[in-house]
């Protein structure tokens, strides 16, 4: 009996330790990285989550005709998010060669200069950065920094408080539209480091107002799990 027992907990662990290494984080060089390895760790994987505010349904009907009707849930059809956001631990390298290597696969070309100090560079803070092109950026952009800076945190179970960001930055695009918000964290808080990789979790946790009248107390909670003991890349902690 005890020998089937350690023969199926040697299993588990070789398929664990099997998954881990087909991550492309794991398994590739950034050079290597294909679409959908970029697509997996900015949407699923310990540095990047995507996030949804409601969900539309449409049946295969309503997408021939080109109409817009919702239909509930119990239907058969198509369910889509119709806002979302990508939540990504910016300051860590895994998260920009990411950025990096999608928008060289886009046909862009990028000088060695500009791959260094895009993503090879560290960066004295910790970065979280929200994007999108919908209203969950466009409504908080609004905002004033100080309310940016009530409107979001970080939680970890090792530091039993708010960690709340030391600054906040619009990122917008050429036309003046926003296209991300960087919430900035110091790396120590209280004399202790706000991250390490024993912490299993660190959540960030944000209130997006659904207009820039409504008060950021009143507004909508969403939140994050970051894994910071999974956040390892070339053998070395990255976040």
């Known amino acids: 009996m005890k020998a089937r027992v350690w023969v199926a907990v040697a299993a588990a662990a070789l398929c664990v330790s099997l998954a881990a290494a087909d991550e492309p984080w794991m398994s590739k060089t950034a050079k290597n990285w294909t679409k959908e390895d970029t697509e997996k760790i900015l949407n699923d994987s310990p540095w990047g989550r995507r996030i949804g505010t409601a969900v539309e349904y449409t049946t295969e009907k ?17 369910q889509r998010d119709t806002d979302f956001a990508l939540v990504l631990w910016w300051s860590a390298h895994t998260t920009r060669r990411a950025f990096l290597r999608m928008f060289e696969l886009g046909g862009n070309s990028v000088s060695e200069e500009q791959a260094q100090k895009f993503a090879e560079n560290a960066m004295p803070q910790y970065v979280v950065s929200v994007l ?16 940016l800076k009530k409107a979001a945190w970080l939680e970890s179970p090792r530091i039993k408080k708010h960690i709340d960001p030391v600054d906040v930055v619009v990122i917008k695009d050429a036309s003046g539209k926003a296209e991300r918000i960087n919430f900035i964290f110091a790396r ?13 979790k660190i959540t960030f946790k944000w209130r997006l107002p659904k207009t820039p009248a ?15 003991s999974k956040m390892t890349a070339g053998g070395a902690a990255d976040f």
């Open 62 to 78: 309503d997408k021939s005709t080109g109409g817009k009707k919702t239909v509930s849930d119990t239907d058969r059809g198509e």
């Open 214 to 228: 409504e008060t950021v107390e009143k507004a909508k909670q969403f939140q994050v799990q970051f894994l910071p």
């Open 188 to 200: 120590e808080t209280d004399g202790q480091p706000t991250v390490t990789s024993e912490d299993k």
């Open 132 to 147: 999108g092109g919908g209203k969950m950026v466009d409504v908080s952009a609004k905002l004033s920094v100080d309310d």
